[in-house]
C-alpha cells in the first residue's frame, strides 16, 4: 500500500485560500485514484474530492464545487487541493487517501485502502 502524509493546513479568515499537498511514498502512486475528505468534530468523515489515475478526470462534493480544485503531480508522487474561498463550515481535518481501481466516482470512505494522517483546517468567521 501506498504511504500517504498530508501538510498544508492551518488557520486562515473566511474566503481566504489554503493549498493542502499529500506526499506519497512507494512506486505505484500512479496506479491509485487519490481522494480528499474531511472530518469536523461531532460528524462523520466526509467525501471531498477525488482524481483519477492520470489526473484528467475529477469528481467533487457539491459542498465545494466550484471553489476546491484536486490535482496530481504523478512524477513527484503527491497530490494536492486548493481550497479557495474557504468558509467556517469548511473546518475539518483533511485526510488524503488511496483508492485500488479505475473508478473515481461514488467512492466512499470504506473504498480507500490507504489514508494520511490528517491535517487541521481552520476557517475563522
Known amino acids: 500500500q501506498v504511504q500517504l502524509v498530508e501538510s498544508g493546513g492551518g488557520l486562515v479568515q473566511a474566503g481566504g485560500s489554503l493549498r493542502l499537498s499529500c506526499a506519497a511514498s512507494g512506486h505505484t502512486f500512479s496506479s491509485y485514484v487519490m481522494g480528499w475528505f474531511r472530518q469536523a468534530p461531532g460528524k462523520e468523515r466526509e467525501f471531498v474530492a477525488t482524481i483519477s489515475w492520470s489526473g484528467a478526470s475529477t469528481y467533487y462534493a457539491d459542498s465545494v464545487k466550484g471553489r476546491f480544485t484536486i490535482s496530481r503531480d504523478n512524477a513527484k508522487n503527491t497530490v494536492y487541493l486548493q481550497m479557495n474561498s474557504l468558509k467556517p463550515e469548511d473546518t475539518a481535518v483533511y485526510y488524503c487517501?488511496?483508492?485500488?481501481?479505475?473508478?473515481?466516482?461514488?467512492?466512499?470512505?470504506?473504498?480507500?485502502?490507504?489514508w494520511g494522517p490528517g491535517t487541521q483546517v481552520t476557517v475563522s468567521s
Open positions: 487517501a488511496g483508492h485500488w481501481g479505475p473508478d473515481y466516482i461514488g467512492l466512499g470512505p470504506a473504498d480507500f485502502i490507504s
